[in-house]
């Protein structure tokens, strides 16, 4: 048997306490919970105003006003990967007025791809509940021959290497690079800081293809500039039904979204955790969500505590086989 790492210790440490706390929510602790919030919350956001992340957490804040008549505050403190939002929640106080709105960047990826993190995403924080789910798209340029995916497999093979596909964010590039290991295929990628400087260069023809989310590729696929092959998820997109998942395709087994989630500083109280979870799953169910999760070609989806930190730690497992696969070294 393997030993033990820290991360899976940590892993087992955290669904036990969660375990554990739910024995807190008695009739003292329903008290506790009652009383919370009484006074503004902030909802730390790791990318910049108007980022996905951004309009997800200021659509569930509205909900959350609503409900509680406290004002929510968005602070967006962007940068490195999601590590100075998330560096900063984890040493905030741990009493649910500091919550971290985020995404599988921070607590799924960072750890493989960085040699050494300001935060812990396990140890530090306290899971609340998932806030949605989105799929990204397989997109070329209108002009490119490809009319499939499979098409698109094909001239890869016939000629290893010359193909390209661009990525501006960590989503982007793992799709691209699990492609590449399922379908067997060699695909140089191309680093970009933005999806959207990707789709630039795409348009451009200084690339062949890539993987990029909705809210960017598909006002471009309407527009009649870019081709869709095909969806990233086991599920076929709202916004795009007549495209076939890259599963439905040929390269079965491939699912690579992405997700949104809310976390609280490690030893926030059992009962303000439970509460907030409540509050931020009825958010999802919103008006000023719904619109968010269309326009975003996203979903609401919801968690339990203890279902996040389990989905956390296989989405975490996911990342990092991939990462590996792909010879990926920590920067």
Same mark, same amino acid.
């Given at each position: 048997m393997k030993p033990s790492t820290p991360l899976a210790r940590g892993r087992r440490s955290l669904l036990l306490a969660g375990t554990a706390a739910l024995a807190l929510l008695g009739p003292c602790g329903a008290a506790f919970a009652q009383a919370y919030p009484a006074k503004p919350i902030t909802f730390v956001v790791p990318f910049a105003a108007g980022s996905a992340t951004d309009q997800l957490a200021r659509a569930v804040g509205q909900s959350v006003t609503s409900?509680?008549?406290q004002p929510v505050v968005v602070d967006n403190r962007g940068g490195a990967s999601g590590m100075i939002a998330a560096q900063f929640v984890a040493k905030a106080p741990a009493d649910g007025y500091t919550v971290l709105i985020t995404t599988n960047t921070t607590h799924a990826a960072n750890e493989h791809l960085y040699k050494k993190l300001p935060y812990d995403p396990v140890k530090d924080f306290a899971p609340v509940t998932g806030l949605g789910k989105g799929?990204?798209?397989?997109?070329?340029?209108?002009?490119? &021959?490809?009319?499939?995916?499979?098409?698109?497999?094909?001239?890869?093979?016939?000629? $290893?290497?010359?193909?390209?596909f661009g990525s501006g964010s960590s989503s982007s590039r793992m799709a691209g690079e699990l492609l590449k290991q399922l379908a067997g295929v060699d695909i140089l990628h191309v680093p970009y800081k933005s999806n959207p400087l990707a789709i630039t260069d795409l348009l451009g023809g200084q690339?062949? @293809?890539?993987?990029?989310?909705?809210?960017?590729?598909? $006002?471009?696929?309407?527009?009649?500039?870019?081709?869709?092959?095909? +969806?990233?998820?086991?599920?076929?997109?709202?916004?795009? $039904?007549?495209? &076939?998942?890259?599963?439905?395709?040929?390269?079965?087994? +491939?699912? @690579?979204?992405?997700?949104?989630?809310?976390?609280? &500083?490690?030893?926030? &109280?059992? $009962?303000?955790?439970?509460?907030?979870?409540?509050?931020?799953?009825?958010?999802?169910?919103?008006?000023?969500?719904?619109?968010? +999760?269309d326009i975003a070609g996203s979903e609401p989806w919801t968690t339990t505590p203890q279902e996040l930190s389990q989905f956390q730690a296989a989405e975490t497992q996911k990342w990092g086989r991939v990462i590996k696969a792909a010879g990926i070294e920590p920067e």
């Open positions: 409900d509680t008549k799929g990204q798209v397989m997109v070329v340029n209108a002009s490119a &021959p490809y009319k499939s995916v499979g098409e698109l497999l094909a001239a890869a093979r016939k000629s $290893p290497g010359k193909l390209s690339i062949d @293809m890539m993987i990029t989310d909705t809210s960017t590729g598909v $006002p471009q696929i309407k527009s009649g500039k870019l081709r869709a092959l095909g +969806y990233s998820t086991q599920k076929r997109s709202t916004q795009l $039904p007549d495209v &076939p998942t890259i599963d439905e395709a040929g390269v079965k087994g +491939y699912d @690579m979204g992405y997700w949104f989630a809310a976390y609280v &500083p490690a030893g926030t &109280p059992a $009962p303000v955790v439970a509460r907030l979870n409540e509050l931020l799953v009825h958010a999802t169910r919103s008006a000023a969500a719904k619109s968010f +999760y």
